[in-house]
């Protein structure tokens, strides 16, 4: 999964923790490279509670990190509203048909295909 924001793909990691970070935005999980971490604009969903924008989402829940709220994630909302471009290589982008012939390729080389 590409950053959110720039786009950046995440390399083979080295040992220990890894620099990206994960957050919500949109009801939707996703990455922030160390680059676009250092941004203070991230347009991220915050909790409601305590503000905080150390959120995972899982199974369709949202849980804050740091005060541990866990809240239902909004049902049949978009998770691009409309008019927006959304993250690189999602679907619908420009990029897609880019990462499909990236992924396609990935596949033929894994498993051998001609």
């Known amino acids: 999964m590409p950053c959110y924001r720039c ?7 080295v040992r220990g923790a890894s620099p990206w970070k994960r957050a919500v935005r949109r009801e939707a999980q996703v990455l922030v490279c160390p680059d676009c971490q250092r941004v203070h604009d991230l347009d991220l969903d915050t909790c409601a509670s305590c503000g905080s924008i150390a959120l995972i989402c899982r199974l369709g829940e949202i849980e804050c990190r740091s005060c541990g709220e866990i809240r239902l994630a909004r049902a049949g909302e ?7 471009s959304g993250p690189p290589g999602a679907t619908g982008s420009p990029g897609a048909s880019g990462l499909a012939a990236e992924v396609e390729a990935a596949l033929s080389r894994v498993l051998g295909r001609p």
Do not use: E
Request: aromatic content about 0%.
């Open 78 to 84: 978009p998770l691009v509203a409309a008019g927006s």
């Open 7 to 13: 786009g950046a793909r995440q390399i083979d990691p």
